[in-house]
């Protein structure tokens, strides 16, 4: 579905990326782990086309996603960035309306289409009840889950999201990640997810990618990561893995820190 070739990407003279490659399979989803400053965020932003690798290429459903316009590219690809200010008092329907952008124009008449797309995106992300509400009055976590509406209001191929549940509660964190676990086995959505909830990634992901520093330290399965020295070596997290019968997930309890040398 995306496919990183030889990425190397800087916002000043160094490279904060050096010769990244990875594939993003379709219909998975992929959590993106890694402490601050990794590069996570920035990486998600290459994959929509928001900055412009120094060399590489990234690939999108087989084309390079240069050759994309932005409609066109928007059609396959949805961005939730981790945090969406608005200062206009737009009602929240309208901000998830927003989304049907790649499929008219601005000031078109929505269609019985569109209008079935924005009523399924509300209640997947249990927000129908916030659709008249004014979207500047709503709390963070209320926001997010508007722009996440929105952005499955593109009925994108890939859906891209930066720290998704930041401002949710738990119980809403919990809703997101099983909504897009359902969203990539169900409808085939490939996802690609920054999060610091390191036991979301591991009881929802189907594929982690660990980062640190500009690089790709690993990528595994939940299943295979828990057995590697990844959350000491990276994290400088002391901790244990324990396996949830009932769900069949591995959760992670830290009790200490390894001092930095």
Excluded: C
Aim: no cysteine.
């Amino acid at each position: 579905m995306i496919k990183i070739e030889n990425l190397s990407f800087g916002y000043g003279p160094d490279n904060l990326f050096n010769d990244i490659t990875l594939t993003f399979s379709e219909g998975k989803y992929t959590a993106i782990i890694g402490p601050n400053g990794a590069g996570k965020s920035t990486l998600l932003k290459l994959l929509n086309g928001l900055l412009v690798p120094n060399r590489g290429i990234i690939k999108v459903l087989g084309r390079n996603i240069e050759t994309y316009d932005e409609k066109e590219l928007a059609r396959s690809i949805a961005y939730v960035p981790q945090q969406t200010k608005s200062n206009f008092s737009y009602r929240a329907r309208d901000i998830v309306a927003m989304g049907r952008h790649p499929y008219s124009g601005i000031f078109q008449t929505q269609t019985e289409e569109d209008r079935d797309s924005v009523d399924r995106a509300l209640d997947s992300v249990d927000a129908t009840h916030l659709g008249h509400r004014l979207y500047s009055e709503l709390s963070g976590g209320e926001q997010q889950r508007i722009i996440l509406a929105s952005a499955l209001a593109q009925d994108p191929r890939v859906l891209l999201l930066d720290e998704p549940s930041a401002f949710m509660d738990i119980y809403h964190q919990l809703k997101l990640h099983g909504i897009m676990e359902d969203l990539s086995k169900d409808r085939g959505i490939t996802i690609i997810a920054v999060t610091h909830h390191l036991n979301l990634a591991l009881g929802y992901a189907d594929h982690i990618v660990v980062m640190n520093e500009g690089e790709i330290v690993t990528e595994k399965s939940p299943d295979d990561l828990v057995k590697s020295k990844i959350f000491e070596t990276v994290f400088k997290v002391k901790g244990e893995f324990y396996f949830l019968d009932y769900r069949q997930k591995w959760h992670f309890i830290a009790n200490g820190i390894f001092e930095k040398k």
